[in-house]
């Protein structure tokens, strides 16, 4: 097995100044990535407040730089399955705002119809496997997703993204084992944003760096810097190479941190001031805006022309999902089953 | 051309036939490989297709019920075999949480196409834990097919028609009923799902019945007829979707139903029967629908409890004659 990284629990907060890695492109799209997602939620959030959006709506911010990070790191042949914080996964597999926003809206133009809303965005063509509202029950399906790439014989991996509360349901340790003993292709992904709606990791975890679970089961793990995309890539980016030779599954714990609540509903009273500040003086967004202009990767002209590009798109979003039809009632009975003339009881 | 074999070998040709016909088929559970099956209905299936296709999983049905919904997900067709219906309540979550709502939550962007299947129901003095029947668990949810049958040339059409099929389907088999033989057609044929069968064709009385059951029913049907009574008894076969058609066409002939059904009482299968049937036929019928379930008990151990919370072929022909106001 690889060596597995320890790291100190709170990973440093300064980063060295040096000339940039990456290539331009790279930097530009993490910050487009980025901003777009930080956008689309902010304007949920706004919704959910005007009660365009209902139900359960649990937003990314301040998690963006993980999304960023994978994408830069995969194919869009990989596949993605995550939890129910979703809406910033999906944007980074590519589904449109429009189709994102739509849904949050319960609109027939939605990813999925209407029939999914916060927690439920699918799409087959950008091989994103959902937006599970259960905690943990995705670990199983990703492993199961992972599971049928290697039957086919492909090089394909499949992303399986939870939280920290979900590291301690049962379905992740027979996820482990399996995924271990028949070394299939997948990456797990932890991203620990420190919470499980209002309970710390501390409180419910005698260990309390979650990527050692994956000692038991002898999978290469390590726990990195969810803050920067830079850093997600780079670990991420290790572990696919990993797995693509064949060598089986891999465990990231992603540190990461959510501004907001749980969800909407949660004022988040749990956690101190002070640590939220000290999450967003390291904001992802922010920190890959100052170091494009600092390290003269791209001009303030360019970064403006990116955000009044995402403003608009966004309003654009709204203004189309605003616009869009609620579902037909008749289409309560569409995608239940395949079968055409399924017989269903309608007394 | 027929040959009479057991259910085990019935179930066990319907996986080797669509193995062989499709690649994307294969069979995960426990002691499902090198052990030939708890209940053998898998034996020889390693030796011909291999440790890639028939695969002994840990004892972990929450995951590896998963692993098959999310290659079921993924373009495979999966067959997950529980060693019985009572441990699969581990993996109700994602039968009844993911499996059954892959389609409606993903738009139609996620097909599940993947057979749950075991043995449900009382197998003897095995106590609470291994004794209970899921057809009504499984069929009060959207999305599932459920498939309950012991005959073994249906159970063997139905399981190819099961594995064939793009919804998720729970088939429930019966422990004490894989050594139950019957008449199986050679080669190829599939037996439609959510279709009943007449089992026994009769005039007075309509019993309705699946999975082991259906011997109970249709053992009190022999003793009745000895006393001049004419039962015609009903085989589902599937219970989601169920085949009221069929039910509502024999009531309106006999004009009287008793249920024999396995599960609890409560909220179970008979419930939906007799619902179904006061619905459909209240004009046609000469009494209230009768039921026999098991008991509304857990079921213990000994043997004299085992007696008297199962469904009998004298309880049957006590409800029979209910319906038909023969009784004292």
Known sequence: MDTVVEQKKKTTRSRKSSKPTYSKEMYLNWYEMMFRIRKFEERALLMYGQQKVRGFCHVYIGQEAVAAGIEAAITPEDAIVTAYRQHGTAIGRGLSTNACMAELFGKVTGAVKGKGGSMHFFSADHRYFGGNGIVGAQIPIGTGIGFAEKYKGTDKLCVTMFGDGAARQGALYESFNMAMNWKLPVLYICENNGYAMGTSVERTSNVTDLYKVGHAFDMPSEAIDGMSPESVYEGVKKAVEHIRSGKGPYFLEIRTYRYKGHSVSDPARYRTKEEVQEYKDRDPVKMTESKILKDKIATAEEIAAIKDMIKKEIDAAVKFAEESPYPDPADLFEDNYTQADYPFIVD | ?328
């Open chain 2, 1 to 328: 051309m027929s040959r009479e074999i057991a259910l085990r070998d019935a179930l066990n040709e319907a996986m080797t036939e669509e193995m062989r016909r499709d690649e994307l088929v294969f069979l995960m559970g426990e002691e499902v490989a090198e052990y030939n099956g708890a209940y053998k209905v898998s034996k020889g299936m390693l030796d011909e297709f291999g440790a890639k296709r028939v695969i002994d999983t840990p004892i972990a049905e929450l995951g590896f019920a998963g692993i098959g919904v999310g290659a079921a997900m993924n373009g495979l067709r999966p067959i997950v075999e529980f060693m019985t219906w009572n441990f699969a309540i581990l993996a109700f979550d994602q039968i009844v949480n993911n499996a059954a709502k892959t389609l409606s939550q993903s738009a139609g962007n996620f097909k599940c196409p993947i057979v749950f299947r075991g043995p449900s129901g009382a197998a003897g003095q095995l106590a609470q834990q291994h004794s209970q029947t899921f057809e009504s668990w499984m069929a009060n949810v959207p999305g599932l097919k459920v498939i309950s049958c012991i005959d073994p040339a249906d159970a063997k059409g139905l399981l190819k028609s099961a594995i064939r099929d793009d919804d998720p389907i729970c088939m429930m088999e019966s422990e004490m009923l894989y050594g139950y033989k019957g008449l199986v057609p050679e080669g190829e044929y599939l037996t439609p799902i959510g279709v009943a069968a007449v089992r026994r064709e009769g005039t007075d009385v309509t019993i309705v019945s699946f999975n082991k059951m259906m011997l109970t029913a249709l053992e009190a049907a022999d003793e009745l007829a000895k006393e001049g009574i004419s039962a015609e008894v009903i085989d589902l076969r599937t219970i989601r979707p169920l085949d009221h058609e069929t039910l509502v066409k024999s009531v309106k002939k006999t004009n009287r139903l008793v249920v024999v059904d396995e599960s609890w009482p409560f909220a179970g299968v008979s419930a939906e029967i007799a619902y179904e049937i006061q619905k459909y036929a209240f004009d046609y019928l000469d009494a209230p629908v009768t039921r026999v379930n098991a008991a509304d008990t857990s079921l213990p151990y000994a043997p004299t409890l085992v007696e008297a919370y199962m469904p009998n072929p004298a309880k049957v022909i006590k409800a029979v004659k209910e319906v038909m106001y023969l009784n004292a």
